[in-house]
């Protein structure tokens, strides 16, 4: 069993930056394809940024490249996400995850449509950006 616990969410005001992080209760050995996971009011969950823990490759959704960057540490039992540039379309509960999935599904795996091949899930932190 595998628990997150994300934190960093806050309010800033749109152009800024927030990092999030997410601790993992125990190490995540290679093969586990990590995310960061985001629903906003009203909408379904969406994807945002993977990195697969075998080759440290990333993906980012394409409303979010170029401004939010996935990163873990070395012992690799923290994720983060670091998000500059910030638009009050990013409002949002942001949600830290883990799945024992492929790095081709981790690489592949749709953006939005509700199916993203995780495992393990965290409560999620809010973020708010205002205009």
């Known amino acids: 069993q595998v628990q997150l616990v994300e934190s960093g969410g806050g309010s800033v005001q749109a152009g800024g930056s927030l990092r999030l992080s997410c601790a993992v209760s125990r190490y995540i050995y290679t093969g586990y394809c990590m995310g960061w996971f985001r629903q906003a009011p009203g909408k379904e969950r969406e994807g945002v940024a993977r990195i697969y823990t075998g080759t440290g490759s990333t993906y980012y959704a394409d409303s979010v490249k170029g401004r939010f960057t996935i990163s873990q540490d070395n012992n690799k039992k923290t994720l983060y996400l670091q998000m500059d540039s910030l638009k009050p379309e990013d409002t949002a509960t942001y949600y830290c995850?883990?799945?024992?999935?492929?790095?081709?599904?981790?690489?592949?795996?749709?953006?939005?449509?509700?199916?993203?091949?995780?495992?393990?899930w965290g409560k999620g932190t809010l973020v708010t950006i205002s205009s």
């Open positions: 995850a883990a799945g024992s999935i492929s790095a081709y599904d981790c690489y592949s795996i749709a953006w939005a449509g509700g199916y993203y091949g995780m495992d393990y």
